[in-house]
């Protein structure tokens, strides 16, 4: 009988989340979705030098932000499988590390750090990989090497140990993971990785395996970075006997600098500025500040979208696409093998297109607030807020640039482009515009028709080709080179301000010139 769907996104509350780690995120939540089953949340907590204060909380809220949606684990109500939190799942785990170790599978090893430092050293020496493995183990300070006696001797006395998990020798460890095929590890590039401690806490790798099965989890969709602990997870479930209850593998490809050539990080954000958070987030041990997706102006329907395709394609040209049509167009099978190169103009267009897609009415209180912050709470009319939106809404990437591209809506321009002025401005112009204001003066039906005719007919009786003038009235009237159509920001600010524009100008220029 087929299994119902069950996927985890299992952060470690370390820092802030990484866009890398939002998509896998966002990849389990599709994959689900997509399948009719559920999405969890587990916090995985159980290294606790690690820990950071807020990084929970901030994981969650992007997560929510976003619009990723678990149906069960922290942040989104427990479920059957509560708690979600490794830590306060503690108690649970020990029954599983005695029952490898009756089994055979893994034994107490009790050597200090300097007995372990000599070893390294030693094998070091003679130029053998330093590792706690199926040969080293023998010379070492562990169940297999100690009499049971002295083993129950150093429990009883409390003495630390951890629990080692017994690799075999030399065993070819096969498995199917869905985006790379067939993946095989020797377990000779392996060591006997440490299960458990003796204060009681797991390490990653028993907890995720132990938890990943108690709550029957059939997928495990995580980061490349953890390919190398998969054979570890594979034997884990044998050593179990849960093979037949094992979830299949996906390991998501990388996210790549820019320059494709190594790991998205920090410092490339910091360096090509763009965030690689979804938020922001204030280092609380150093105050540092990262800058996050939400603040910079992203709407949180552009980073999903981006992320989405940083990895998979649809296998068509479509590009935009809601979180509905990502579930519905969502597989595995379309998640490339090879590091998804992170580029900074793109995200901005999808930004854009998200932008474009809003409403004007949903642009306005945008408008209204950039308003209030540079100073003018003057009650705008509506109508002429959202045509200005309207207006604007074409030339603009983020919602917070609304205002550098209206505020010649509102204020005349008090400075002129330079270089439209230099190239355009002649001794003719003021003749121009004087005739232009007589034009303009005389127009009974204001509206752009009737000031682009009053434009034409200055143009002809002065002998200007448009060509040479058009740019220069755009200055004229907006201070700046480009924008939305001319005629139609004439018509929006209305009869008076264009000519009181006209006139400003054509003083400030005259006596510039
Ligand atoms: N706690 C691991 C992390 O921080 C989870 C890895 C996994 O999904 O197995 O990424």
Redesign the pocket.
């Known amino acids: 009988m087929d299994r119902r769907v069950r996927v ?5 509350p ?1 820092g802030p989340l990484h866009i890398g ?1 939002v998509r ?1 995120a966002l990849y389990n939540y599709l994959f689900a979705n997509k399948h009719g089953g559920d999405f969890l949340i587990r916090i ?1 907590d159980t290294d606790q030098t690690r820990f950071v204060p807020g990084a929970e909380e901030y994981i969650i809220n992007s997560l929510k932000w976003l619009g990723i949606e678990a149906v069960e684990g922290i942040g989104f109500g427990d479920g059957p499988h509560a708690p979600y939190r490794q830590s306060e799942r503690k108690p649970l785990y020990k029954q599983y590390v005695l029952q490898l170790i009756e089994a055979g599978h893994a034994y107490y090893a009790f050597d200090t750090a300097e007995e372990l430092e000599s070893m390294r050293e030693r094998l070091k020496a003679s130029n053998v990989d330093a590792k706690y493995d199926a040969i080293t183990r023998g010379t070492m300070k562990n169940s297999l090497t100690l009499s049971e006696d002295e083993v129950k001797r150093r429990l009883e006395s409390e003495e630390a140990y951890v629990v080692r998990f017994k690799l075999p020798r030399k065993e070819e460890v096969k498995f199917h993971d869905e985006i790379r095929g067939w993946v095989s590890f020797n377990t000779n590039q392996m060591d006997d990785k440490v299960l458990f401690k003796s204060d009681g806490m797991p390490t ?1 790798h028993l907890a ?1 395996v132990v938890d990943d099965f108690l709550m029957q989890i059939t997928h ?1 969709i ?2 490349e ?2 390919l190398p ?1 998969a054979p570890l997870h594979v034997l884990l479930y044998r050593a179990f006997g849960w093979e037949n209850v094992m979830p299949a593998f996906a390991h998501l490809p990388l996210l790549l600098k820019p320059e494709g050539n190594g790991k998205l990080s920090k410092r490339d954000g910091d360096r090509l500025g763009f965030p690689v958070f979804p938020m922001n987030w204030n280092d609380p041990s150093s105050g540092e500040l990262s800058s996050g997706y939400r603040e910079a102006g992203y709407l949180p329907e552009a980073v999903v979208n981006l992320l989405a395709l940083l990895g998979w394609n649809p296998g068509t040209t479509q590009e935009l696409f809601t979180l509905e049509e990502l579930v519905q167009a969502f597989s595995l099978d379309r998640v490339s093998k090879s590091g998804a190169k992170f580029d900074q103009n793109k995200a901005k267009w999808f930004n854009q297109q998200y932008v474009r897609k809003m409403s004007d009415e949903m642009l306005v209180p945008y408008l209204e607030k950039a308003l209030a912050e540079n100073g003018l709470d003057k009650q705008f009319d509506q109508a002429f807020l959202l045509q200005t939106c309207k207006l604007v809404k074409e030339k603009i990437s983020f919602t917070k640039e609304l205002w550098d591209y209206s505020r010649y809506f509102f204020v005349a321009p008090d400075t002129y482009d330079e270089q439209v002025v230099k190239k355009r401005w002649n001794d003719k112009i003021p003749a121009l515009l004087s005739d232009l204001v007589y034009g303009i003066k005389a127009i009974d039906n204001y509206n752009h028709q009737s000031v682009e005719a009053a434009y034409q007919s200055a143009l002809e009786k002065n002998g200007i080709a448009g060509k040479d003038f058009l740019q220069l009235f755009r200055v004229i009237l907006t201070g700046v080179a480009g924008g939305p159509p001319l005629f139609e920001i004439a018509e929006l600010i209305g009869k008076d301000n264009t000519l009181q524009r006209i006139e400003q100008a054509k003083s400030t220029l005259q006596n510039q010139a």
């Open positions: 985890r996104f299992a952060p470690s370390t780690g896998t995985e990653y995720n495990v995580r980061g970075e953890w602990s």
